[in-house]
């Protein structure tokens, strides 16, 4: 996590009000009880990640070393209602903290969780992260992090590549090609020559005749031609698939034989438009020639909810109804 606004932080401007209150409560009063909060979430076969992140927010707001800390790992698996990270201590120095950690381990382990199950599904094919456009964008960093921790193979923005070391990936854009006429030839010849040390990928659907571009472009670029990109919208059949709309296996088959009769077998194919586990689970099944996936929107969707619970008080438990001290031997000390 970059450039953390530690002096807002620090003075509870990102926690919710009552937490602030809470620690303000406290230190007027002179009580300083050592309380144990532990974090939990209730779903299954989830992929925990921000415990980094969230290393980072406590090591550079406060004096975490009053406090005994331990946590499982980012990439960790995890089940409904254990203990991912346990926090012990004066309950005055961190009170202020749990909005901001708790959505940090939230977000990240859904984008982690939702990359690791398109990963699954794609039976170790690439997958390249194209959330970015979906979402605020100074959240790239981060959820770039997320996506490696949970399989990606790439992420589309320079800030998100730089977070990972790594170089942002992606084709061209469909205004380009507009902007050279359509001509989808010519749009991948272009952006070989100015990018000449990047793998070319046409993106062949602009005209809906995902065949013809593909191997235009295989024949302008030949050897140059790293692969092609299929897009085609959700609503649309292309010309050589007119009873199946979208990205589809029968579309896949066609481009795929279209480049190996005409010389061109090295040609990849790279796909975009929608995937999500399931949708790549029945690409796969039907064994279609995929070469790499793209995923977008997708890695955003569902909600991952983190809560902490006090559940000891100065070492003897304590906790609300319905909650218990949940000790888990898998945690480590900080």
């Known amino acids: 996590m970059s450039n953390l606004p530690i002096t807002k932080i620090r003075r509870g401007f990102y926690s919710d009000v009552y937490f602030n209150r809470a620690r303000q409560i406290l230190i007027k009063d002179n009580h300083h009880p050592v309380i144990t909060l532990q974090v939990f979430q209730k779903q299954n076969q989830v992929m925990l990640c921000g415990i980094e992140e969230v290393k980072e927010l406590f090591r550079k707001t406060i004096d975490y070393k009053k406090l005994t800390i331990k946590s499982l790992s980012d990439g960790d698996p995890i089940s409904s209602w254990e203990t991912v990270l346990t926090i012990e201590g004066d309950y005055s120095l961190f009170a202020h903290l749990e909005t901001i950690y708790l959505g940090i381990l939230s977000r990240r382990s859904r984008i982690a969780t939702n990359m690791r199950r398109c990963v699954s599904a794609a039976k170790g094919k690439p997958i390249l992260c194209f959330g970015s456009r979906f979402d605020y964008f100074l959240n790239q960093e981060g959820d770039a992090f997320a996506a490696k921790i949970g399989g990606a193979s790439g992420t589309s923005t320079t800030a998100g590549a730089a977070l990972i070391n ?24 272009k952006f070989q020559q100015y990018f000449p040390k990047l793998n070319a990928i046409s993106l062949v659907d602009f005209n809906n005749n995902c065949v013809k571009a593909s191997l235009e472009s295989a024949k302008k670029l030949g050897k140059k031609l790293w692969g092609v990109r ?7 059949a292309d010309v050589s698939t007119p009873k199946s709309k979208g990205v589809n296996p029968l579309l896949v088959k066609k481009v795929r034989q279209a480049l190996d009769n005409h010389g061109f077998p090295w040609v990849k194919i790279v796909l975009s438009g929608g995937f999500n586990p399931e949708k790549i689970k029945r690409f796969e099944e039907q064994k279609t020639s995929v070469d790499v996936y793209a995923v977008g929107s997708y890695i955003l969707s569902g909600q991952i909810d983190f809560t902490a619970d006090a559940v000891r008080l100065n070492g003897k438990n304590l906790a609300k109804t319905g909650r218990k001290f949940s000790p ?3 945690l480590k000390p900080w």
């Open 230 to 236: 299929l897009d085609t919208a959700e609503n649309i």
């Open 166 to 189: 790594q170089s942002p990936v992606g084709t061209i854009p469909h205004a380009l090609i507009a902007a050279y006429g359509g001509d989808v030839a010519k749009t991948a010849v």
């Open 328 to 330: 888990n031997p898998r």
